[in-house]
């Protein structure tokens, strides 16, 4: 089975920097990826590492480590529109399984 | 494309009626996937569909719920009889298979979702 631990909240103000981090335990693995969901919305992709790395993505960028089972996603220049929640999922053959969320909030 | 729709967008029903939920995948796309989504439970998948065939069901929580595909462009999600734990988001969501499953992200593209809400 697969199991993913993220932060359930964090909050940052404007114009900083965060990082969400998630750790996963899972048989079968390809790749990690981050989404995004506003509150009432619908998630969205952000990002995708299927190799050790970091992929950067303008504001955004992703961090695995496959030795770790460890990932990150760190927001850059915060803005309000940031204020969502983040899930990473592991991606196993053609399924995804998600994380918790981590709800972020980006005050001013 | 129009992306992924799903209707209706609400649902209001009491328990004990059948409520079904419609999917239109993204065209060309290969998988379809249904999900609930539950502030206790998270995201949740309950099955999905390759190529119109339902590949895992696992995540079906009981009987009272199926799904179905009948084509490349439709699929249902059935509650019968539905009761008030079923109330929830239920997503549907279609992604395309890349030709090189290492490098590729198979993005899953999410409908806007559908607000169950058994009474």
């Known amino acids: 089975g697969q199991s993913l631990e993220q932060p359930s909240e964090v909050t940052a103000v404007e114009g900083a920097i965060v990082q969400i981090n998630c750790t996963y335990q899972?048989?079968?693995?390809?790749?990690l990826s981050w989404y995004q969901q506003h509150d009432g919305g619908a998630p969205t992709f952000l990002s995708y590492?299927?190799?050790?790395g970091l992929e950067e993505t303008g504001r955004f960028s992703s961090f695995l480590s496959r030795s770790d089972s460890y990932g990150y996603l760190l927001l850059q220049e915060l803005q309000m529109k940031d204020s969502a929640s983040y899930f990473c999922?592991?991606?196993?053959?053609?399924?995804?399984?998600f994380g918790g969320g981590t709800r972020l909030m980006v005050k001013p | 494309d129009a992306g992924v729709i799903q209707s209706p967008r609400h649902e209001v029903t009491e328990m004990g009626q059948e409520v079904t939920l419609r999917c239109k995948p993204i065209?060309?796309?290969?998988?379809l996937f249904w999900y609930r989504q539950t502030m206790m439970r998270g995201l949740e998948l309950l099955i999905y569909?390759?190529?119109?065939?339902?590949?895992?069901d696992s995540g079906m929580p009981e009987d009272r719920f199926s799904a179905k595909m009948p084509n490349a462009s439709f699929s249902t999600l059935k509650i019968q009889p539905s009761e008030p734990r079923d109330s929830a988001v239920y997503f549907c969501?279609?992604?395309?298979?890349?030709?090189?499953?290492?490098?590729?992200?198979?993005?899953?593209?999410f409908g806007p979702g559908t607000r169950l809400t058994v009474l």
């Open positions: 969501a279609s992604s395309k298979l890349t030709s090189n499953r290492y490098w590729g992200t198979d993005t899953q593209y």
């Open positions: 899972t048989s079968g693995f390809y790749g």
């Open positions: 590492n299927g190799l050790d």
């Open positions: 999922a592991v991606n196993a053959g053609n399924m995804l399984t």
């Open positions: 065209s060309g796309h290969d998988y």
């Open positions: 569909f390759n190529n119109n065939v339902p590949i895992d």
